[in-house]
């Protein structure tokens, strides 16, 4: 059956706040039991809090992130592969996900193809060590290259790799989650459960209007486009999972960007409290 988790980026206050123990106690309590980690630096320490927290409170953590290149939070698989694998085994954990394309490889075709080419490489390396590698999407995926969608070149290009999607960023790219993840079917373990929402610009953005700062209204209006708690939006979360579920997806994972003055505990009651009523509250 498939699983509902959280996507720890959200956690990544709480655990510098709380520690890793202490964050993922509270995630449980509101009934979160699955974890893929994200943005968390695995400290010899940290590392060691989350697997007190799976031996202890139960927690699963489905796949690790890593990024290709050194330079950001998560681990690099160039760089650091012997690391990863090693905390993969730590917290048992059978996937790697790629959180997002790296930005310099954006400035032309062959840079995108010589991020495939070294990512199917890692896959085929982390498959020798029983590991899955994973890229997840974000909306740039679905800008167009000689009339094809991004993410159709790099699972082309990466064919040992698969693919985590996220309902809103595939949203926002102006395609529907349940179709996109249809297309998948088979290669998808993981889908992101976050909502898209769109906004009423709010006092201050229309007395920018009204004054006539244009830059401060249009800044307004083109924000509009919200992350939300699962449920408070407009994707359709029934039909999305039922897709998720029959393309093979055993983890779905709820999270969101930006919390817009909410704490991350209420977003994450919402979420789960939204999905309890759609129906999937045996996939907690």
């Known amino acids: 059956m498939a699983r509902i988790g959280v996507q720890a980026m959200m956690l990544k206050s709480a655990v510098a706040e709380l520690g890793a123990f202490?964050?993922?106690r509270r995630t449980t309590g509101i009934g979160y039991r699955v974890a893929e980690l994200s943005q968390i630096p695995l400290t010899a320490e940290t590392v060691a809090e989350l697997r007190r927290a799976r031996d202890e409170l139960g927690v699963e953590y489905c796949a690790l992130s890593a990024a290709l290149t050194s330079g950001g939070i998560n681990d690099s698989l160039e760089e650091e592969f012997d690391k990863i694998v090693a905390d993969c085994r730590s917290l048992g954990a059978d996937m790697v996900r790629i959180g997002m394309l790296p930005i310099p490889a954006l400035r032309s075709p062959d840079a995108v193809?010589?991020?495939c080419r070294r990512a199917?490489?890692?896959a085929e390396r982390l498959s020798d060590e029983g590991i899955a590698l994973y890229y997840h999407n974000h909306h740039v995926e679905f800008a167009k290259v000689d009339g094809r969608y991004?993410?159709?070149?790099?699972?082309?290009n990466s064919p040992h790799v698969g693919i985590e999607l996220d309902a809103h960023w595939i949203a926002r790219g102006g395609l529907?989650?349940?179709?996109v993840i249809g297309q998948y079917a088979g290669r998808v373990r993981m889908v992101h459960l976050k909502d898209y929402r769109i906004a009423i610009p709010d006092a201050a953005a229309i007395d920018a209007f009204e004054s006539g700062?244009?830059?401060a209204w249009g800044a307004a209006w083109t924000g509009l486009v919200q992350f939300a708690e699962v449920g408070e939006g407009n994707l359709d979360w029934p039909g999305i999972i039922d897709q998720s579920i029959r393309s093979g997806a055993e983890?779905?994972?709820?999270?969101?960007?930006?919390l817009y003055g909410r704490t991350v505990w209420e977003a994450l009651e919402i979420s789960h409290r939204n999905l309890t009523e759609f129906g999937f509250a045996e996939h907690f």
Do not use: K
Request: hydrophobic fraction near 50%; aromatic fraction near 10%; proline fraction near 3%.
């Open 22 to 24: 202490e964050t993922f």
């Open 113 to 115: 193809l010589d991020f």
């Open 120 to 122: 199917d490489a890692a």
């Open 150 to 156: 991004l993410l159709e070149i790099i699972a082309e």
């Open 176 to 179: 529907d989650p349940a179709r």
């Open 213 to 215: 700062d244009h830059a």
């Open 251 to 258: 983890y779905l994972l709820v999270e969101q960007d930006e």
